[in-house]
């Protein structure tokens, strides 16, 4: 068998041989013939050109079809052979030998591939192909790449923004509407609203009540202390002094009026005692003859005792809550305090929510009291108690009972069997988002928190300039550029800090700045400058050459106890007090009628407080003064900040020289001596 094998395998093998020698033969034959010819047309054949092709496929005049066709043949047999020999020799051939092909001078394929590689591809195109004439077409050529206009601020501002926000409405600051007339916002007012608000001098509604007005009343359905359809929220950015209070106070009591049984109906979140005091003051004057019920909780009373004025039954627990007041005003410590420590105090019959000074408000995260106050408005899902997941609401202490319920929280009460029907009471709760500020907020997370529904905003345009366009006011909104009183004249002073008392002296003395409020950048420099204006102004008096009454002042910070802050504010609000020194604990909402200059002794650090220090002059239409004393390493500061909220044309830039402060200088040198000695004892 094996010897079978072997002697099939050699005949197999010589067969083989014998085919290969056979076309090896044929092979080498025609090897030698191609070198013959190269040799016999080697030199002329060696030039470029249009014969360049021929090298190859021979030159022999009218058989060259022949000769290339033959040729042709002989490669494909060549290749078999080439093939069966490396097999057989175990060697590789040397790669065949590119052709030539013809190209004009300028595109010979070796410039063209040292360029682009690519290009050197051509050399594998079909004969015909490379037989064309036309030469090959060159690349398209593409523009270099260029680096595109980076976009505007405004046009970075307005991406991504909220459609409420874009689609905000702008109000005009001019427009007002006299109250007597058919106006669609006088019109909604009631007849005793009218007579009241002209008993106390308002004879028309200011620009952003004539919006805001509409908004919460106009329709019959919004008009319900429970709403079937969730109330859309508002937001609200108007200059300071231009009647926000009033916006949201004149809706309030006129709704809030229609009420059969007391319950907490509205709740106004403010960021200090002072302004819950004046809102309450605000409220009071608007609902004289409403039967409506305010309070307010600030701390400035004992626990129990805010505790007894704002719920009626603190013995039962009442899951309806238990309220002996419609409307509470409040800061937001304080109420939640009483949301943890109160029994039945609660928000679930809220039908408005106002935040004022939303911005400052949103800013504090104490106690996480927003989302507090708003999971307090809401029905949760859950039932309370877990007695009553069972349904088994007996008359023990523990559980509590289910009177007053707030209709979007009836359903907490499982022991009523739920079936669904149309007139089902709704889920939602009625209570509509009110937010105000003269710098409201645009931080996107922090009117996230808030949950708004379908907001609308409303903003009341400056003056600073003509109306803007619709996509101008919203980029003042969004890019901070905030508005301000068109009655206000704003100015500046560069000067050496060591001056900056006698400047001050010079404006109440030469200037005639009084019913001022100053602003200074903490308590203790309020409590000093006060001190030393005090010194001052007994040195003037004593003096010879200066004559005239002492200026009274007052300092007004958070050092001092509530009782007291109220005597000085009433002491200035009945003008006793000539100018009162302030921290910014009054720059925000604090409205003092005739308050007729500010000056910030202290450069407000942003311009947020700029805008909320100098907005305590200028107020309902009336005019004042603003004044800011810059040290001269500050002035570089506060003028970038003045323009990047396109308002530093606005502030003039007033000069003291030498010789005005001379006339004052002794009588500052001798207070300042009189200040150490207070000082050191
Ligand atoms: N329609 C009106 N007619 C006359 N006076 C008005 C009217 N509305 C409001 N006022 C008065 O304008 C003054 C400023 O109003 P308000 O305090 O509401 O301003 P504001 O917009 O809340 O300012 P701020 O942003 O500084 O808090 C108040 O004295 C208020 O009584």
Same mark, same amino acid.
């Given at each position: 068998? *094996?010897?079978?094998?072997?002697?099939?395998?050699?005949?197999?093998?010589?067969?083989?041989?014998?085919?290969?020698?056979?076309?090896?033969?044929?092979?080498?034959?025609?090897?030698?013939?191609?070198?013959?010819?190269?040799?016999?047309? $080697?030199?002329?054949?060696? %030039?470029? %050109?249009?014969?360049?092709?021929?090298?190859?496929?021979?030159?022999?005049?009218?058989?060259?079809?022949?000769?290339?066709?033959?040729?042709?043949?002989?490669?494909?047999?060549?290749?078999?052979?080439?093939?069966?020999?490396?097999?057989?020799?175990?060697?590789?051939?040397?790669?065949?030998?590119?052709?030539?092909?013809?190209?004009?001078?300028?595109?010979?394929? $070796?410039?063209?591939?040292?360029? +682009?590689?690519?290009? *050197?591809?051509? +050399?594998?195109?079909? *004969?015909?192909?490379?037989?064309?004439?036309?030469?090959? $077409?060159?690349?398209?050529?593409?523009?270099?790449?260029?680096?595109?206009?980076?976009?505007?601020?405004?046009?970075?501002?307005?991406?991504?923004?909220?459609?409420?926000?874009?689609?905000?409405?702008?109000?005009?600051?001019?427009?007002?509407?006299?109250?007597?007339?058919?106006?669609?916002?006088?019109?909604?007012?009631?007849?005793?609203?009218?007579?009241?608000?002209?008993?106390?001098?308002?004879?028309?509604?200011?620009?952003?009540?004539?919006?805001?007005?509409?908004?919460?009343?106009?329709?019959?359905?919004?008009?319900?202390?429970?709403?079937?359809?969730?109330?859309?929220?508002?937001?609200?950015?108007?200059?300071?002094?231009?009647?926000?209070?009033?916006?949201?106070?004149?809706?309030?009591?006129?709704?809030?009026?229609?009420?059969?049984?007391?319950?907490?109906?509205?709740?106004?979140?403010?960021?200090?005692?002072?302004?819950?005091?004046?809102?309450?003051?605000?409220?009071?004057?608007?609902?004289?003859?409403?039967?409506?019920? @305010?309070?307010?909780?600030?701390?400035?009373?004992?626990?129990?005792?805010?505790?007894?004025?704002?719920?009626?039954?603190?013995?039962?627990?009442?899951?309806?809550?238990?309220?002996?007041?419609? @409307?509470?005003?409040?800061?937001? %410590?304080?109420?939640?305090?009483?949301?943890?420590?109160?029994?039945?105090?609660?928000?679930?019959?809220?039908?408005?929510?106002?935040?004022?000074?939303?911005?400052?408000?949103?800013?504090?995260?104490?106690?996480?009291?927003?989302?507090r106050v708003l999971s307090a408005t809401r029905p949760s899902e859950i039932p309370t108690s877990p007695d009553l997941v069972s349904g088994v609401a007996s008359s023990t202490d523990s559980i509590p009972t289910p009177d007053g319920l707030a209709p979007?929280?009836?359903?907490?009460?499982? %022991?009523?069997?739920?079936?669904?029907?149309?007139?089902?009471?709704?889920?939602?709760?009625?209570?509509?988002?009110?937010?105000?500020?003269?710098?409201?907020?645009?931080?996107?997370?922090?009117?996230?928190?808030?949950?708004?529904?379908?907001?609308?905003?409303?903003?009341?345009?400056?003056?600073?300039?003509?109306?803007?366009?619709?996509?101008?006011?919203?980029?003042?909104?969004?890019?901070?550029?905030?508005?301000?009183?068109?009655?206000?004249? +704003?100015?500046?002073?560069?000067?050496?800090?060591?001056?900056?008392?006698?400047?001050?002296?010079?404006?109440?003395?030469?200037?005639?700045?009084?019913?001022?409020?100053?602003?200074?950048?903490?308590?203790?420099?309020?409590?000093?400058?006060?001190?030393?204006?005090?010194?001052?102004?007994?040195?003037?008096?004593?003096?010879?050459?200066?004559?005239?009454?002492?200026?009274?002042?007052?300092?007004?910070?958070?050092?001092? *106890?509530?009782?007291?802050?109220?005597? @000085?504010?009433?002491?200035?609000?009945?003008?006793?007090?000539?100018?009162?020194?302030?921290?910014?604990?009054?720059?925000?909402?604090?409205?003092?009628?005739?308050?007729?200059?500010?000056?910030?002794?202290?450069?407000?650090?942003?311009?947020?407080?700029?805008?909320?220090?100098?907005g305590r002059t200028a107020r309902a239409g009336r005019t004042g003064d603003a004044w800011t004393l810059i040290e001269e390493q500050e002035a570089r500061h506060f003028k970038n900040m003045l323009k990047e909220a396109n308002h530093l044309n606005a502030?003039?830039?007033?000069?003291?020289?030498?010789?005005?402060?001379?006339?004052?200088?002794?009588?500052?040198?001798?207070?300042?001596?009189?200040?150490?000695?207070?000082?050191?004892?």
């Amino acid at each position: 068998m *094996a010897l079978a094998s072997a002697v099939n395998a050699a005949s197999t093998s010589s067969s083989s041989t014998e085919t290969k020698t056979k076309a090896k033969k044929r092979y080498l034959k025609a090897k030698r013939e191609r070198r013959k010819t190269r040799r016999a047309t $080697a030199a002329p054949s060696r %030039g470029r %050109g249009d014969d360049g092709d021929r090298e190859d496929e021979g030159e022999e005049g009218d058989e060259g079809t022949a000769s290339v066709n033959e040729h042709t043949t002989e490669t494909v047999k060549r290749v078999e052979v080439s093939e069966g020999d490396c097999e057989h020799e175990g060697t590789r051939r040397k790669p065949k030998k590119r052709r030539r092909l013809s190209f004009p001078e300028e595109q010979h394929p $070796a410039a063209v591939a040292e360029d +682009e590689p690519e290009l *050197a591809h051509q +050399e594998e195109t079909p *004969a015909d192909a490379r037989e064309s004439p036309a030469p090959p $077409a060159a690349l398209p050529a593409f523009p270099l790449p260029s680096r595109p206009d980076a976009p505007s601020k405004a046009t970075l501002a307005l991406q991504g923004l909220d459609k409420a926000i874009v689609e905000a409405e702008l109000v005009d600051p001019r427009k007002t509407v006299p109250i007597s007339t058919e106006s669609e916002a006088s019109v909604l007012l009631s007849e005793k609203t009218k007579k009241r608000l002209q008993e106390l001098g308002i004879t028309e509604l200011f620009a952003v009540q004539t919006a805001v007005i509409p908004f919460l009343m106009s329709d019959q359905k919004q008009r319900r202390l429970y709403l079937h359809d969730p109330p859309h929220d508002i937001c609200v950015s108007a200059p300071t002094g231009s009647g926000k209070t009033l916006a949201y106070v004149l809706p309030i009591v006129e709704l809030l009026s229609s009420r059969v049984i007391t319950r907490l109906r509205a709740l106004i979140v403010l960021p200090t005692r002072d302004l819950v005091t004046q809102v309450r003051e605000t409220f009071e004057a608007l609902a004289k003859g409403r039967s409506l019920k @305010i309070g307010t909780a600030t701390g400035q009373h004992s626990f129990a005792h805010e505790q007894s004025q704002l719920v009626a039954d603190r013995t039962l627990r009442l899951q309806g809550g238990s309220s002996k007041i419609d @409307i509470l005003i409040c800061t937001p %410590g304080r109420l939640i305090d009483h949301l943890n420590g109160t029994p039945n105090f609660s928000l679930q019959h809220l039908r408005f929510l106002v935040i004022d000074e939303a911005d400052k408000l949103l800013a504090q995260s104490f106690q996480d009291w927003l989302a507090r106050v708003l999971s307090a408005t809401r029905p949760s899902e859950i039932p309370t108690s877990p007695d009553l997941v069972s349904g088994v609401a007996s008359s023990t202490d523990s559980i509590p009972t289910p009177d007053g319920l707030a209709p979007a929280f009836l359903h907490i009460f499982h %022991g009523i069997p739920h079936v669904r029907t149309d007139f089902d009471e709704p889920k939602e709760t009625s209570c509509q988002k009110l937010l105000f500020s003269a710098t409201l907020t645009r931080d996107p997370s922090k009117i996230a928190a808030l949950n708004l529904r379908d907001p609308k905003y409303f903003v009341v345009q400056g003056s600073s300039r003509e109306i803007a366009t619709q996509q101008e006011g919203v980029l003042d909104l969004v890019m901070e550029k905030f508005n301000m009183p068109a009655t206000l004249l +704003e100015h500046m002073i560069v000067c050496e800090s060591s001056q900056k008392p006698l400047v001050l002296f010079h404006l109440v003395h030469t200037h005639g700045v009084k019913n001022a409020l100053v602003f200074t950048k903490s308590a203790e420099s309020t409590a000093r400058l006060v001190k030393l204006f005090e010194f001052f102004e007994l040195s003037r008096i004593s003096s010879t050459e200066q004559q005239g009454s002492a200026i009274v002042l007052s300092a007004y910070s958070s050092d001092l *106890a509530p009782s007291a802050r109220k005597e @000085i504010l009433d002491k200035f609000k009945n003008q006793e007090t000539h100018i009162l020194v302030c921290s910014d604990l009054i720059s925000r909402g604090i409205d003092i009628s005739h308050v007729s200059h500010v000056v910030s002794y202290d450069a407000p650090v942003d311009m947020r407080k700029y805008v909320h220090r100098v907005g305590r002059t200028a107020r309902a239409g009336r005019t004042g003064d603003a004044w800011t004393l810059i040290e001269e390493q500050e002035a570089r500061h506060f003028k970038n900040m003045l323009k990047e909220a396109n308002h530093l044309n606005a502030v003039k830039r007033m000069r003291v020289s030498d010789a005005d402060l001379a006339p004052l200088k002794r009588s500052y040198e001798d207070a300042l001596t009189k200040l150490k000695e207070a000082y050191s004892r």
